[in-house]
């Protein structure tokens, strides 16, 4: 999503990423949100081996696929302040009925299983049916015109947070993609907003 994460380390943030299993001759398998979940929750022990990060202020950040990552990760008590998400992943059942090329290139080949146990899989991976075990506070961002991923499965989405009376900030860029590549700079800049806002 982002070539580079400058403007968060240049503001006092330390950055931490996840590389998904089996990417670029990685070890393990990538699962499309699957057991690689524990790569990125496995970044807290990591940040905490580090003696320059303040624990006291973790924050997530994912963007596309990372954003469904950022929402398991939430899913599983990953300890952090606030999220943001831009273009995230939230519904795999309305993305495979906008393109449904993604049911053959995407969740039959790296999802174990999957012709087997189709619905439960990506009903686990879709947070539109579990947004009540979404507990922080998340700022979500998408591009009005992104052809990837629907702006109206954003929408549907927060309309789930409000419905369990969630914290959240959302921001449709009208006219952007799915990288918000004309937005950029706005959409760094209310992400910092945002992790400085829950900041203790």
């Known amino acids: 999503m982002r070539e580079g994460f400058y403007t968060f380390v240049s503001n006092g943030f330390v950055v931490v990423a996840s590389q998904y299993r089996g990417v670029d001759g990685g070890e393990g398998k990538d699962e499309y949100g699957g057991a690689d979940v524990r790569d990125v929750m496995n970044l807290i022990p990591l940040a905490k081996s580090l003696d320059y990060v303040d624990m006291n202020n973790v924050f997530l950040f994912g963007g596309s696929r990372g954003g469904m990552m950022a929402y398991l990760a939430l899913k599983n008590k990953i300890p952090v302040n606030a999220a943001a998400v831009s273009s995230g992943v939230t519904d795999l059942f309305g993305n495979a009925k906008d393109h449904p090329d993604y049911i053959t290139n995407i969740y039959q080949q790296l999802i174990p299983d999957f012709d087997k146990r189709r619905d439960e899989a990506m009903r686990e991976r879709s947070v539109v049916y579990w947004a009540d075990k979404i507990n922080v506070p998340v700022l979500i961002m ?59």
């Open 142 to 200: 998408h591009g009005g015109a992104d052809e990837r991923i629907s702006t109206a499965r954003t929408l549907a989405f927060a309309q789930k947070l409000q419905e369990f009376a969630k914290t959240y900030e959302l921001i449709i860029y009208a006219g952007d993609d799915h990288n918000l590549t004309f937005n950029r700079m706005d959409s760094d800049r209310r992400v910092l907003e945002w992790f400085k806002k829950y900041m203790k």
